[in-house]
């Protein structure tokens, strides 16, 4: 025997069933006012979350990403090569970037100028995402360039670039979206050779291989700045990426509740459609207890019929929500199945269990009303 | 046997200000396989007597018995039981429930209960009312006289041993109804019931084995 069989031998659900069906067209509407609620509530997560991945995925690599720069207190102008070798004993396994940087002009032949970061760097390939052109592990002799900065200059790949009397050939572009650091202005990349005349490092980037960025953080705070000496700076991206996170949880929460409104008004709708048909049904009602039916089988049948209502809206506001979810997926993360992962997920469900609850919510006062409804007075009118 | 007693029954009302006396010391009994009817002008207290025999309402004074039994002071819970199992209600208007058939409505009072299958007993009432050829048939699809025997077919279906009609030939014209009595007064021998009937219906008082005339709720 199938589930829909059982439930059909439970009284209440069957003469809740029918009575729904009496007047089709205020069933109708009541469902609707719940399927909105439902749609408004899940659909609004569902865009949260899918707002939040797309965020995510731009701020991208930025979690396995430390950087050390020299603290308040450093005894140096910078990091010093010993910082650095005792920087790669604790970061072993990860990759280190020590760079040098400063500022120069970059004259073209037709005589604009450009101000530009220089960093001076070994490992160019892991700071930098290439336009075109290649990032060599060991940058020995070329440069590379911002690819704005060439368009501007009008400079091109092969094309020699001169820094501090020398002269580099660009080996490649550098792509202009990278993150949040080194995307504004111009840039150039040459061998940390280059600026041999700095003797310390103005930064070094650690890519973290797989081990949590916050915990080598603590490492390297716990051997360079001891008993709150600020010998470095270290940071990573981890709590930016915590604040975005928690930015968008707060605008969930924010869009939620937006939505639950809609629910709550979507209860209110049952609330009047409910009290309306048991007014209606006095009648009916009373002979129901005259003939013996009980109170609480009174009450059980009409809050069925509320929850029905709210279990129909519900499915079919789920339905919707998880279309709606498609079509936002598709839209910002090019992949329309990641809908159906708990994260958006989870708010389909919320939805669908805030309409049963508000719709349970709102038959019981009718069915209470209804059950204690006194026989001799709703026979009489 | 007696089935009903009421002892010295009064049922007062509150309407505002005004204190109305329904009934006033009011002595009544059914036996089984008696059709007894009670008669009398509106606002004589018939309605509120019927109610106190179907334990529909509790007297102000006075003593209610159902088979012997005292229930008087029971809970609402207690008289819905014995309202479920003992009593069986016929009313002017049907009141059958529109969304359900003809054997739906008979099998009503036994719906909830567990563990029991009343259908075949319920096409059986109704094929001995001579509607075996519309068990499926909703009320809008039957005539007043039918509607009223599929009533009569609920009221019996859990084998009550007083059945109570009110008007139970008000909505009909004069020969449906008298098919209405006629069957009353079968069932009553057949099933060994008390019927208790109240009416305005001068043709119910020919069937009845007894008449009590009320009057400003006093037995006259």
Do not use: C
Not at chain 1, 53 to 65: C, I, K, M, V
Not at chain 2, 193 to 217: C, F, M, N, P, S
């Amino acid at each position: 025997m199938s589930i829909a069989d059982l439930l059909w031998r439970v009284p209440s659900v069957q003469m809740a069933w029918r009575n729904l069906g009496r007047n089709r067209v205020r069933t109708a509407l009541a469902t609707l006012g719940i399927v909105i609620g439902v749609v408004a509530i899940a659909s609004l997560g569902i865009a949260g979350v899918a707002l939040q991945q797309q965020a995510t995925a731009d701020l991208g690599d930025l979690s396995n990403e430390v950087t050390v720069t020299p603290g308040e207190d450093a005894a140096e102008e910078g990091i010093t090569d010993e910082q650095v070798a005792t920087i790669r004993t604790i970061a072993s396994g990860s990759t280190v970037v020590p760079e040098k940087t400063n500022v120069t002009a970059i004259e073209s032949r037709n005589g604009r100028e450009v101000q530009v970061r220089v960093t001076g760097v070994t490992r160019a390939s892991a700071l930098y995402g290439l336009a075109s052109g290649d990032a060599p592990d060991r940058l020995r002799s070329g440069a590379l360039l911002s690819n704005t900065t060439a368009t501007n200059l009008g400079l091109e790949r092969g094309d020699p670039i001169e820094y501090d009397s020398r002269l580099y050939r660009i080996e490649g572009l550098i792509t202009s979206t990278e993150g949040f650091g080194s995307a504004t202005g111009g840039r150039l990349v040459v061998p940390v050779s280059a600026m041999n005349d700095q003797q310390y490092y103005d930064s070094v980037t650690i890519f973290t291989d797989g081990r949590e960025a916050t915990a080598l953080t603590d490492d390297l705070e716990a051997r360079f700045n001891e008993g709150g000496d600020e010998q470095v700076d270290v940071r990573n991206f981890a709590d930016v990426q915590q604040r975005v996170g928690s930015f968008f949880r707060t605008l969930n929460l924010a869009l939620l509740g937006i939505g639950s409104i809609s629910l709550v008004v979507a209860s209110v709708a049952i609330l009047n459609v409910m009290l309306m048909s048991t007014i209606e049904r006095r009648g009916e009602i009373g002979v129901l207890r005259a003939v013996g039916i009980r109170r609480g089988e009174v009450l059980r049948m009409i809050l069925t019929e509320a929850l029905f209502l709210g279990i129909l809206g519900g499915i079919l506001g789920a339905a919707v929500s998880l279309g709606v979810g498609l079509v936002l997926f598709h839209l910002l993360t090019d992949d329309p199945l990641l809908v159906f992962q708990w994260r958006s997920a989870q708010y389909v469900v919320y939805g669908f269990g805030f309409a049963v609850l508000a719709s349970g919510l709102s038959g019981l006062y009718p069915a209470w009303k209804a059950a204690t409804n006194r026989p001799v007075d709703a026979l009489r009118g | 046997m007696t089935v009903i007693e009421l002892d010295d029954v009064v049922k007062r009302y509150r309407t505002g200000a005004e204190e109305i006396t329904a009934l006033d010391g009011v002595d009544f009994r059914a036996d089984r396989g008696e059709l007894v009817t009670i008669i009398g002008p509106s606002g004589s207290g018939k309605s509120t007597l019927l109610n106190m025999i179907g334990l529909l309402d509790t007297p102000t004074a006075g003593g209610v018995r159902l088979d012997g039994r005292e229930v008087t002071d029971f809970s609402e819970a207690e008289l819905t039981a014995e309202r479920r199992s003992g009593i069986g209600f016929v009313f002017q208007k049907f009141h059958l429930l529109p969304m359900l058939t003809a054997t739906e409505n008979v099998e009503l009072p036994s719906m909830w209960d567990t563990g029991v299958d009343r259908r075949d007993r319920a096409v059986d009432l109704l094929e001995r009312v001579g509607l075996g050829d519309r068990l499926d048939h909703r009320p809008s699809e039957l005539s007043g006289g039918q509607s009223q025997r599929v009533a009569i077919a609920r009221s019996l279906i859990n084998e009550p041993e007083i059945l109570l009609a009110d008007e139970p030939t008000g909505n009909l014209d004069q020969d449906t109804g008298a098919t209405i009595l006629d069957e009353l007064t079968r069932l009553k021998e057949a099933e060994e019931i008390a019927i208790v009937a109240v009416t305005h219906d001068e043709q119910l008082v020919d069937y009845a084995d007894r008449v009590v005339r009320l009057v400003d709720g006093v037995i006259q």
